[in-house]
């Protein structure tokens, strides 16, 4: 059964910086193309960043340059770097993860607030 664990999620002032993981299990992680998305009130679930097994690595336009996408095969967990961090990246941000079948993570809140 192939899980992906978010965390690292919570609540940031403007400018501030967090760290998202994601431990997935059930699959041969290294081989597997992996993405963070995210979903703001009312809006589309949009890509944000996208990592792939030979390390090629696609940002959105909206954060290049803010965030940073990478991964531990030895652990099979990927990371989303988020610095410079602004109101307009508050949503629910989740993993993904594809090589022919895809899976989606539960999940976590990011709020960037004063």
């Known amino acids: 059964q192939v899980q992906l664990v978010e965390s690292g999620g919570g609540l940031v002032q403007p400018g501030g910086s967090l760290r998202l993981s994601c431990a997935a299990s059930?699959?041969?992680?290294?081989?597997?193309?992996m993405s963070w998305y995210r979903q703001a009130p009312g809006k589309e679930r949009e890509l944000v960043a996208r990592i792939s097994s030979d390390l090629k690595t696609v940002y959105a336009d909206s954060v290049k340059g803010r965030f940073t996408i990478s991964r531990d095969n030895a652990k099979n967990t990927v990371y989303l770097q988020m610095n410079s961090l602004k109101p307009d990246d508050t949503a629910v941000y989740y993993c993904?993860?594809?090589?022919?079948?895809?899976?989606w993570g539960q999940g976590t809140q990011v709020t960037v607030s004063s």
């Open positions: 993904f993860a594809i090589r022919g079948r895809a899976y």
């Open positions: 059930g699959l041969t992680f290294s081989t597997y193309t």
